[in-house]
Each structure stands twice: as C-alpha cells, then as structure tokens.
C-alpha cells in the first residue's frame, strides 16, 4: 500500500503538542491506540529514547504500512490488530504499572476519506466505511436494511440532525425502488432532498460511527483507563460527540466528591478522585497547523494524570 494513492499527504495532528505532553516519559510502555501510519508513534520513539510503543489498529492497510515504516525501532516496537476499545483493557491487564502513558488520536485518517475503494467519501463508488476491512458490517448494509426507526435513531444520536425523521422516512421509500449501492448515488438523493450543505458530511458521519461503534470504542478505553497506574491518558477527538464523552468523563475522574448536587453535606468519602486533568481547556490545532492540514481544524486534545494504584 502507497500513501501516496491517497490525494492527500497523511500528516499527523498535534503532533507537536503530544510530544510535548509525552516528553518527560522515559522508561516504560506507551500505547498507541490507533495506530494508523505510524506518525505520532514514529515521533515518539524517536523522541522518547528508551521508551517502548504498543500501536493497535484495526485497519490492515494501515498496519502495513507503519509497520514498514517503523522496522528500525523493531526492538521498541510492537504492532496489535483490532479495535483499541478490546485490546486496551488485555494491554492494561497484561503490562500493569509498565505503561506509562496512552494514546488514542480516534479520527478517520485522510487516507480513508481519499481512497474511494474504502467507501467512506461522498463520490466513493461504494458505499461501506469500514475501518476493519474484516468486518462484514458496512454502510450497505445499514442503508438497506436498517428500519426507518432504527435509521431515525443513528441521525438523531451520530449526526444531530433535526430532519432524521423525514431522512429515514425517505431512505426506506427510496429503496423498496432500488437498493443504495454507491455513496456518489446516495450523496446525489441526499442533494435532491436537502440544501444544506451541512447534511451530507453529519449523513455520513452517523453511518460511518454506527459502522464502526466509534462511540462505544472510546467508552471501553475511558472505562479501561481506570486500571492505568501512574500513567497519562491523551485523546484527540474530531467532532463534538466524542468530545463530549471525554470532557465529562475526564472530568468525573478528577472529582473527590460524587455526592449528589442536593446533598448539602458530603456523605460520599470525598476520596474517589482517579487522577489530575491536565486540559481544562482541550488543546487546537494552531493556525499553521491548520493552514498546513485543513482537516486538523477541527481536533482537540484532552489529558489526564492518572494516579498511582496501590
């Protein structure tokens, strides 16, 4: 696989600012949850001399190809197939207090959006986005089969769009007549039926996260990080659903007190904070970066210290 088939350079995001963020780490195991082509990992393991790197990914193409890029550090690095959301909680289990940081950058890389083979742009000549080329679940199969109900409910809770109703409505009309086959045919009904231009790129967000259960994935890893010891949790997030999760969750984690907003005296203990957070405010791309990458404009960093387990 060429990198170069793809119409745009891959160019990792923030990547400066995860070096930083991992720079004081100089022992132990850092785990790339998604892996992709190996840049952020790339960096690391040059920047972080002594340090091991665990990278998943459940993308063939991209495993490949970092894992050619990285055959000098094959002494420092280890490449794990399959969704992070899994493999992260039998890493922790398995490695413990070695594991000294955790990184998740859980957008689609450029690489996917380009490839028209992968299905998950709007002129693609198929419709499937899976991240997982294993998977026998795709977009296909979710236009085609999925109830108006069901449809209704992705928009509603993946895309965040007023018209889910009307949408799903539509889908299912449309293809008693004919099936959806391509995403170039599918974006052209959404076209016929909707003029804003917003609705395409919220469409097919929501299908490619019930695709690829992205949501559920950062859940296991947020659930998973509780057991980390001594260790820093980064993730870079793309759009406001998964932010969201983070945000509020991280924010949990750094809380002594879980007593309920109407208890006027704490009852609870006062003593189930699981670490610092490290981000109130999430960390952006600058404008070079933005200027130099337009996709990255919309990632943000979030980072917590997790303390260290008895």
């Known amino acids: 696989m060429n990198l170069q088939t793809s119409n745009s350079p891959h160019i990792s995001v923030l990547l400066n600012e995860v070096l930083e963020i991992f720079k004081d780490i100089h022992e132990g195991i850092i785990i790339d949850c998604t892996l992709g082509f190996g840049g952020h990992t790339k960096a690391l393991l040059e920047q972080n001399k002594n340090i091991k790197i665990i990278g998943i990914d459940k993308d063939s193409d991209a495993r490949n190809y970092a894992c050619n890029l990285l055959q000098p550090y094959n002494d420092r690095f280890t490449c794990v197939a399959g969704g992070f959301g899994d493999k992260i909680t039998e890493l922790i289990a398995k490695y413990g207090k070695e594991i000294r940081g955790v990184l998740a950058d859980i957008g689609v890389s450029s690489y996917q959006l380009d490839m028209p083979n992968r299905g998950f742009g709007f002129d693609s000549d198929i419709l499937d986005m899976r991240m997982d080329s294993t998977n026998t679940f795709d977009a296909k199969y979710i236009l085609n089969h999925y109830s108006s109900y069901d449809l209704e409910k992705i928009f509603s809770t993946y895309g965040e769009l007023r018209e889910s109703k009307k949408l799903a409505q539509l889908i299912t009309q449309e293809r008693t007549k004919k099936p959806f086959y391509f995403a170039k045919d599918f974006s052209v009904f959404l076209k016929s039926y909707f003029k804003n231009p917003k609705i395409l790129p919220l469409v097919y967000q929501a299908i490619r996260i019930e695709v690829n259960q992205e949501l559920e994935e950062l859940k296991k890893l947020l659930n998973a990080s509780l057991n980390l010891s001594d260790a820093l949790l980064c993730v870079i997030t793309f759009h406001s659903l998964e932010d969201r ?49 337009p996709r990255s404009r919309s990632a943000k960093m979030r980072c917590f210290h997790f303390q260290k387990l008895d």
């Not at 007190?257 to 109407?262: L, R, V």
């Not at 208890?263 to 610092?276: A, L, R, T, Y």
């Open 245 to 293: 999760i983070l945000k509020q969750t991280l924010k949990e984690y750094s809380q002594s007190c879980i007593c309920d907003n109407s208890v006027f005296k704490c009852i609870c203990g006062n003593n189930h904070q699981k670490g610092k957070l490290l981000t109130k405010k999430p960390i952006i791309p600058t404008p070079v970066e933005i200027k130099k990458n």
